[in-house]
């Protein structure tokens, strides 16, 4: 089966420009993680999606960051404006029910904010 | 609220020698335990996992058991390959995980 699509695959911009990340999930899968992680850390959860409904969003820094998944599939995470420190690597991972505990990675975003 | 905490690396190791990661973890009620490697180049992906406590998670001879007396889950090799060089990632929870901040393993010929 296909993987976790996620796109770009690298992304270099200025401080304070826009920056928007995409995944694309297993097919089926019904919930939908984006991570961030920094580097030499592990990866620290922004948002989980249960089909399109956010159901965990306490760690996301609503300020700046935002994220959608229109019709409980696709995915993207915004962030408006990046700061320096928003540099990291975005990981998106999905699960499906009858296996919610395992977790599929997708290569993720390498963001540098200069 | 719940947290990981895992040896640091790196460990650099000879081929064929036996290898341990420790981890750690606090969390509330009774979360399921996973081992996530990251090979270079690839995402990340689960190595093993264990549901409840005295479980034993097993995949490419690695082995962790689920301790909860010691709130441990280490990670045992008993003759590691140069394939295996990567960082390994200790996670605890249930639909929400918590990671550890990975171990980087090298493992020479």
């Known amino acids: 089966e296909a993987g976790v699509v996620q796109s770009p695959r690298y992304k270099i911009i200025e401080k304070k420009q826009p920056v928007a990340f995409w995944c694309n999930p297993i097919?089926?899968?019904?919930?939908l993680y984006w991570y961030r992680q920094n580097l030499g850390q592990g990866p620290e959860l922004l948002i989980r999606?249960?089909?399109?409904?956010?159901?965990?969003d306490s760690q996301l820094p609503k300020d700046r960051f935002s994220a959608e998944r229109l019709k409980g599939v696709d995915s993207t995470l915004k962030i408006q404006p990046a700061e320096l420190g928003d540099s990291a690597v975005y990981l998106c991972a999905s699960s499906s029910r009858d296996r919610s505990e395992k977790l599929f990675f997708g290569s993720g975003t390498q963001l540098s904010v200069l | 609220g719940d947290s990981v905490t895992q040896m640091e690396g790196p460990v650099t190791l000879s081929e064929e020698a036996f290898l341990t990661i420790n981890c750690t973890y606090t969390a509330t009620g009774y979360p399921s335990l996973f081992w996530y490697v990251q090979y270079p180049g690839e995402g990340l992906q689960l190595l093993l996992k264990a549901t409840k406590a005295d479980d034993k998670g097993s995949n490419k001879g690695f082995e962790a058991t689920y301790r909860k007396e010691t709130t441990s889950f280490h990670l045992e090799k008993g003759s590691v390959q140069v394939s295996d060089s990567a960082v390994y990632f200790c996670?605890?929870?249930?639909?929400?995980?918590?990671f550890g901040t990975g171990t980087r393993l090298k493992v020479l010929a």
């Open positions: 996670a605890t929870g249930t639909y929400k995980y918590i």
């Open positions: 999606y249960e089909n399109e409904e956010a159901v965990d």
């Open positions: 097919s089926g899968h019904n919930t």
